[in-house]
């Protein structure tokens, strides 16, 4: 049986992150990383995203953007109504798996990394046994980073996500407006959206399953969930769980990947702290886990295209600050959603 300080369950980014963060804080600890996949369909799981990044999250980070695409300078929205909102937008769309592996080159030698599945974990007092397809690994802390069906949590918690969106996305073989990351709203998207990304020359497209028909000019097709309404409170002690398998997803605008990888950090500070509850008093303090998205998410997603178009009337010309007001001033439904929107020009990804 071999035995560590901390188990990490999924070498995505939150827990690739957590590892490099964690053994920078402490080298004295020894950390694994398992993943379920390795190579073709590592690389493949990870290409399901629309790769698309803030400048923020980076500089949170304190690391330079890696493996960049394209770079993202404007966001446009087009809602009913021929409402079209334009934005400056600073980011990039990233080649997520070359970023993956970067941090696992950047890891190597300090972290045992191994392909392998976990299937069970269990306390036994302060210590954890974990079954994993190469053997039982005995562990004092666990990292639940295995995405929205977490193994982890499924053992460990009884919170599940509230919501799992099943989503469709594809690579077309066609080029989008350099720079931009569009998004279409309406009421057959039912609270979601479709996106339409460059990726490279290409174009990254997608929406919730069963809201559109497939696109022209596929070169790769894809589906996977999206777990929105984040496991409440978080659990503390010797597992934690970060990004998606704590569902940290943002309701509105989908954004995971920055809030995964800052799960991540506040989490391998809080275990080289020495103070896991550190941890949850992170998240329930940040902009990230602001009630207002879920309840916005609530409100707005049985809208249909007349309610969408009163609402968004205001900000044709952009999200200005009178327009805001408005909408808090009329109170309901336009007060949550308006309060949702504010909180996400800088914590929707
Ligand atoms: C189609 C789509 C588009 C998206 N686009 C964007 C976007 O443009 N921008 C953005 O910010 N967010 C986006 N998101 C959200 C973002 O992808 C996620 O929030 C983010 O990937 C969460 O990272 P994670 O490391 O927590 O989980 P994951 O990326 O899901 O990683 C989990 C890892 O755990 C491994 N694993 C699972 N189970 C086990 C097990 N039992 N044992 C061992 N390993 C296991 C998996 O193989 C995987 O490598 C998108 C999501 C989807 C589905």
């Given amino acids: 049986m071999r035995s560590v300080d901390v188990l990490v369950v999924g070498a995505g980014l939150s827990g690739s992150m957590f590892a490099r963060e964690l053994s920078g804080l402490n080298p004295e600890l020894e950390v694994m990383l398992i993943d379920r996949l390795a190579d073709n369909r590592f690389d493949?799981?990870?290409?399901?995203?629309?790769?698309?990044?803030?400048?923020?999250?980076?500089?949170?980070?304190?690391?330079?953007?890696?493996?960049?695409?394209?770079?993202?300078?404007?966001?446009?929205?087009?809602?009913?109504?021929?409402?079209?909102?334009?934005?400056?937008?600073?980011?990039?769309?990233?080649?997520?798996?070359?970023?993956?592996?970067?941090?696992?080159?950047?890891?190597?030698?300090?972290?045992?990394?191994?392909?392998?599945?976990?299937?069970?974990?269990?306390?036994?007092?302060e210590t954890i046994i974990a079954q994993t397809t190469s053997g039982t690994v005995r562990c004092s802390k666990v990292i639940g980073a295995d995405g929205a069906f977490s193994t982890v949590r499924k053992h460990l918690s009884s919170d599940r996500p509230r919501h799992m969106i099943p989503v469709k996305q594809f690579i077309i073989d066609e080029p989008s407006e350099e720079g931009t990351i569009e998004f279409t709203y309406g009421q057959r998207y039912a609270g979601g959206y479709s996106w339409r990304f460059p990726c490279g020359g290409m174009s990254n497209v997608g929406f919730p399953r069963g809201c559109d028909d497939n696109p022209r000019n596929v070169v790769e097709e894809n589906a996977r969930f999206i777990p929105i309404g984040n496991i409440d409170p978080l659990p503390v002690g010797n597992v934690l769980l970060l990004g998606d398998a704590a569902a940290m997803v943002n309701p509105l605008s989908f954004g995971g990947i920055r809030v995964a990888m800052l799960s991540a950090q506040n989490a391998a500070r809080a275990i080289a702290g020495g103070d896991t509850s550190e941890y949850q008093r992170w998240w329930k303090g940040c902009g990230f886990s602001n009630v207002s998205f879920w309840n916005a998410y609530q409100a707005s997603k049985g809208w249909d295209d007349d309610r969408m178009t009163s609402f968004m009337e205001r900000f044709r010309g952009g999200y200005g600050l009178i327009g805001l007001t408005k909408a808090m001033l009329n109170g309901g439904e336009d007060r949550m959603v308006a309060q949702a929107f504010m909180h996400s020009f800088r914590y929707g990804w």
């Fill in 44 to 125: 493949r799981y990870h290409r399901i995203c629309g790769e698309a990044v803030s400048d923020r999250a980076f500089k949170e980070l304190s690391m330079g953007p890696r493996h960049v695409r394209n770079r993202i300078v404007k966001a446009r929205e087009i809602w009913p109504g021929d409402i079209i909102i334009e934005e400056r937008a600073k980011g990039f769309v990233i080649d997520r798996p070359a970023f993956l592996r970067s941090i696992h080159e950047e890891i190597e030698g300090k972290v045992d990394f191994e392909q392998s599945s976990l299937r069970s974990l269990q306390r036994e007092g």
